[in-house]
């Protein structure tokens, strides 16, 4: 699996670093970013007359990279957000905002019927950190009927 959403539910520009080691366990890492447009098409509808990226985007972009990490690895199928453990908000993306950057710390890969991955991850508005997810889970499917149980 290395394929992303298609735009615009991609929330991801470009890969700045990613490996297989390193992070805050030993066990990979990747840092990813987003240049913010005052024209983003999510501006415009979240929320009248008070223009904020909704957070769901930035967390699902955390789980984008997840899925990325593990077809980069060598997992195959197809992505599926699995949850998350703690994720919270402290701050928001606005037009003012230029650049997010996403940092995730690789705490586990499972490969067995199914290949999981679970990190921990950062979202930073220009150089504040304003979302943090925990424990963030992302499965891939080589049957999607498995999906729907």
Do not use: N
């Amino acid at each position: 699996m290395r394929d992303f959403p298609l735009p615009p539910m991609l929330m991801i520009d470009r890969i700045t670093h990613i490996s297989d080691e390193g992070g805050d366990y030993g066990k990979g890492e990747i840092i990813a970013e987003l240049d913010i447009k005052k024209d983003a098409w999510f501006f415009d509808c979240h929320f009248y007359a008070d223009p904020v990226m909704p957070g769901s985007l930035g967390v699902d972009a955390m789980w984008q990279l997840i899925g990325f990490f593990l077809g980069w690895t060598g997992g195959q199928g197809r992505g599926r957000a699995l949850g998350g453990g703690k994720i919270k908000f402290t701050g928001q993306v606005t037009p003012s905002t230029k650049l997010i950057t996403y940092h995730l710390h690789i705490k586990r890969v499972i490969k067995s019927k199914l290949t999981m991955g679970i990190a921990d991850a950062t979202l930073k508005a220009d150089d504040k950190i304003i979302y943090t997810g925990q424990d963030l889970r992302v499965g891939l499917f080589t049957d999607l009927a498995e999906v729907d149980g």
